[in-house]
């Protein structure tokens, strides 16, 4: 019979499905290979057509590695905490939990329609009970560790209250707070408890701090920087304020070296690890204190302090600022210093006479998010506290400013402005008419004078005639002769804040006691999350968590933040090798075996979020030997995306500028003044508007009238993202319930570069059907009925097929699934001209293209007489280059030079033994017409000329 694709590929979801046919083995004594997709977020809105893209290659892969004879771990989850669903919530009263499983469920339905190959007996939720007990035994184990730099690890904080116990401080290099304190032995065991404990705070890799965050008081909690644009929060588009708060806070900067370096051990896109290197920002130079005038050392000089140990946090005391610089050498340039509007110094500096506008400017200030911040070169704005801090190499007053370019979490929250050597301190200090003081000899202040690459310095005391080496050793010098400042490595990468006041978040295992936090007991794990009558914080302020009734801890109040969506997501790539474990995140036996991700597929929007946690939280469970890799993902592809394709309909303009109810077709157009409207693509094909449908689609379109070109309305086209607004948005249930899912699947992969986006059109799926009904026409008579030949293969047909064969393999290996779609249709056409049928020949193309087409591959494999269902484990055929060595030539053959027909000729044959079969063909005697020729001319693998 024809192709059935509907009941074909009902037929086999449901038999993969029955018998857990890619059920990944936990053992075996195949080589492992783990394919794995960034798990999604189940919106409500279900799946688009873009979404399945990097599904699909992944499915591919990981099928093809199946017949290449690889135990493939190819699973799926959700990544199923997060705010739409808790908004939803606060809107319906709906426990997120439900509406949660209601679009997982959608989900489910939607992917196992295009069949993948998923392990689905391994699935996550992070939002389950069972996945997030686990991620709060993590982050017990952060809490209860520390960053030794001696050893360049994480150890247990077990060992540094031994330390402390036997040596006090002393010998202590580790990644902690600025502001720790000296201690010998004794004096350690004299400190309270509650003292103790503070102090420790100061070391562990997750800890509370005072944070400026991203506040949106309608929501009622704090935003990650991605989920602020402009100042609104993106989910809703409510102001955003910066604020401080109390926070969790995790130690990623502790790795930020080892982070770093691991970009160079890693298969991922160069962009990508170009994003994470600039988001860690390793810089090279020194840290500075300027002492504030009137609150240090007579001569000016901040005096003796204890040695800050790690490069990246804010630090000051109540008589220095400190700055960090990878410009030092330019230390008698800095005409004044700016600090970020949210410094702690800020209220202690600011005098009474500028108290009124640096309150205003702090105001202002809190209405822009960082990255807003951050982005906004141009814009000159600052207020001055009143307060002064002295250069310590000449004890010459400089003002203190604040502005909000400096960010307090960034560095030290403060920096040394150099007008005469960088181009925003220059437009600074010309904008508030301060002084500009020239340090290089070869001065151009419009391009920012670069001393490293010609001048030498001027006004700059003991540096005058130095050049730029020579000139910065000089000052690193002097500055540590007076304590005044150091060498220094810093990194622009922050502390990562985990914490947010949400409800449908992991419960964080703590709870308060005496104002001190203590991890809840490991037996109690997991901390549920508690019913509360709204989603929405306490009339006092607090999270959501706060309504729950009798949620407590024997000994104290639990933490009422929820961790980051981000939390979950850092480590569940574990979690599928061993997802029933009730003892443990996964057992060492699993994580022995399958190790790692060796392909990773997911959006490069993750680049320094998901992408940087995981690679850290992966780090630190390295440093504890739970896991044995210190990279998660070998390989990373950075699917694009499939773009929409938007049509458009015109509405014409009155004389007075009003819509009206008449709609010009778009060739048209140019000759009446019109105003698009985006339409809904599925009541367009190839271009044309069904304006039946446009009417019922709208009341105010009921009456529409159309000025048609050649009977018809052609709407316009634009390629926009693919969105509900723009009426774009494509349903893969749709395609696959109109064409099949092999040919959903297929098309895909047509449409480009598997890393380039590429906008969708659903008039080119066509030949992508027509291409698989042709396949299946190979295994069927005329009359449609199944029939293969059990014949020899001509060589046309061996050639044909190791073609495809050797194509296929090396396009799958590189990811370039397009160039094979087309050297499929390539090979059928080949095979249909052949009046191929041979079973031999058959059988293997139906192996080859399974991975692309997997359902209508299963029913021709069962058709062939093969078991059901074990496709999947079938070898892939081995290419024979043999079968495309050229033994034959298609020789012209020319009669006083014309060109008359082509004869196959062995390559092995000479002239002589050429010109004899040439003359023998009947054809050729015809066209000779019994005259003898005068003269044959062979020219070998070239040509046959014959002179009469």
Not at 455 to 465: A, E, K, L, P, Q
Request: proline letters at 5%; glycine letters at 6%.
């Amino acid at each position: 019979m024809d192709y059935q694709f509907k009941d074909i590929e009902q037929k086999w979801q449901q038999f993969w499905a029955a018998n857990g046919t890619f059920k990944a083995e936990d053992k075996s004594a195949k080589p492992k290979y783990y394919v794995l997709d960034m798990f999604p977020y189940p919106s409500g809105a279900g799946l688009h057509v873009g979404h399945p893209l990097g599904y699909i290659a992944s499915d591919i892969f990981a099928r093809y590695k199946r017949l290449k004879g690889f135990n493939v771990l190819h699973p799926m989850g959700y990544d199923s905490f997060g705010l739409p669903a808790e908004q939803y919530a606060i809107q319906t009263g709906q426990h997120p939990a439900i509406t949660t499983a209601d679009n997982i469920a959608t989900y489910r339905r939607q992917l196992d329609q295009l069949g993948f190959s998923f392990d689905w007996s391994r699935e996550v939720r992070t939002s389950s009970p069972d996945f997030y007990k686990w991620t709060q035994w993590i982050f017990m184990q952060l809490f209860n560790s520390w960053y030794n730099k001696d050893t360049d690890k994480a150890e247990s904080v077990a060992k540094l209250i031994a330390h402390f116990e036997q040596n006090g401080s002393t010998g202590i290099n580790a990644v902690c707070d600025e502001e720790i304190l000296s201690f010998t032995a004794d004096e350690w065991k004299a400190l309270s408890y509650r003292d103790q404990q503070n102090e420790l705070l100061k070391y562990r890799l997750t800890y509370l701090r005072e944070s400026t965050v991203n506040w949106c008081p309608a929501l009622g909690t704090v935003l990650a920087n991605d989920e602020v644009k402009d100042g609104f929060s993106e989910r809703g588009g409510y102001p955003v304020e910066q604020k401080k708060m109390m926070q969790w806070s995790m130690r990623i900067t502790a790795y930020a070296e080892r982070l770093l370096q691991g970009l160079d051990t890693i298969d991922w896109p160069e962009p990508l690890k170009e994003m994470q290197r600039n988001w860690i920002g390793k810089s090279t130079g020194a840290s500075v204190k300027f002492p504030i005038e009137g609150a240090g050392s007579e001569d000016g000089r901040p005096g003796s302090q204890n040695t800050p140990t790690t490069a990246n946090t804010q630090h000051t005391t109540h008589n220095y600022i400190e700055v960090f610089t990878t410009r030092v050498d330019t230390i008698f340039g800095v005409t004044f210093l700016v600090i970020a509007p949210e410094h702690e110094l800020v209220a202690s500096l600011t005098t009474p006479e500028q108290k009124a506008s640096i309150d205003a400017y702090i105001a202002q200030t809190k209405k822009k998010s960082e990255l807003d911040r951050m982005a906004d070169a141009k814009t000159v704005s600052g207020a001055f506290t009143g307060s002064y801090v002295l250069n310590p190499l000449n004890g010459e007053k400089i003002q203190i400013w604040i502005a909000d370019y400096v960010l307090a979490g960034y560095g030290t929250g403060a920096v040394m402005a150099v007008p005469s050597g960088d181009q925003r301190d220059y437009l600074f200090a010309k904008h508030f008419n301060l002084p500009i003081v020239p340090i290089i000899d070869i001065q151009n202040i419009e391009t920012e004078a670069d001393p490293t690459k010609e001048g030498t310095y001027i006004n700059s005391d003991f540096m005058n005639g130095l050049d730029y080496k020579a000139g910065t050793a000089a000052v690193i010098a002097k500055l540590e002769a007076i304590g005044a400042g150091k060498a220094k490595v810093n990194f622009r990468m922050r502390d990562a804040i985990f914490g947010r006041q949400r409800y449908w978040g992991e419960p964080v295992p703590v709870y308060f006691k005496d104002g001190l936090p203590h991890l809840i007991e490991e037996e109690h794990l997991p901390l549920l999350l508690p019913e509360v009558d709204k989603y929405l914080p306490t009339e006092s302020g607090e999270p959501p968590l706060g309504r729950a009734e009798g949620w407590k801890h024997s000994e104290g109040e639990y933490e009422l933040s929820t961790m980051p969506g981000w939390a979950g997501s850092s480590w569940y790539w574990y979690r599928y090798m061993d997802a029933r474990n009730d003892h443990e995140f996964a057992s060492k036996e699993a994580i022995a075996y399958w190790k790692d991700v060796d392909l990773y597929i997911g959006g490069s929007e993750h680049a320094t979020g998901h992408l940087l946690y995981s690679r850290f939280w992966n780090k630190f469970l390295k440093d504890l030997d739970l896991v044995v890799e210190e990279e998660p993902f070998k390989k990373l592809i950075n699917q694009g995306m499939i773009q929409g394709r938007s049509n458009f309909v015109y509405r014409l303009i009155d004389e007075m500028g009003r819509g009206t109810n008449t709609f010009v077709s778009h060739g048209l157009i140019k000759q009446y003044h019109t105003s698009p409207i985006h339409v809904d693509v599925n009541m367009v094909e190839n271009e044309v508007l069904n304006i039946n449908k446009f009417k019922e689609w709208r009341p105010e379109f009921a009456d529409a009238e159309f000025i048609l070109e050649n009977g018809k309305y052609i709407c316009g086209v634009e390629v926009e993202k693919m969105s509900k607004r723009y009426y774009n948005v494509v349903n893969p249930d749709d395609i696959a319930q109109r064409y099949g899912a092999d040919t959903l699947r297929m098309y895909e992969m047509f449409l480009g570069p598997l890393e380039q986006s590429k906008p969708w059109n659903t008039n080119g799926i066509e030949g992508v059907f027509k291409f698989l009904r042709k396949f299946w026409r190979l295994f069927h008579n005329d009359a449609w009925e199944f029939g293969v030949s059990n014949a020899q293969p001509s060589k046309a047909e061996l050639k044909s097929l190791h073609k495809i064969i050797r194509k296929v393999e090396e396009d799958i290996e590189r990811f370039s699934f397009n160039t094979s779609v087309s050297s499929f249709m390539i090979a059928v056409n080949e095979l249909t001209d052949l009046k191929s049928n041979n079973r031999a020949i058959l059988q293997d193309m139906v192996i080859i293209l399974s991975p692309y087409a997997p359902h209508i591959c299963e029913e021709l494999w069962t058709l062939l007489g093969n078991p059901a269902g074990t496709l999947s484990y079938a070898a892939f055929p081995k290419f024979n280059s043999a079968y495309l060595v050229e033994d034959e030539f298609a020789y012209p053959i020319s009669i006083n030079g014309k060109m008359k027909l082509n004869l196959n000729i062995s390559l092995s044959l000479e002239p002589k033994a050429i010109e004899e079969f040439v003359l023998a063909n009947a054809d050729v005697q015809k066209y000779l017409d019994g005259k003898t020729p005068k003269k044959v001319i062979v020219v070998k693998g070239r040509i046959v000329n014959m002179v009469v």
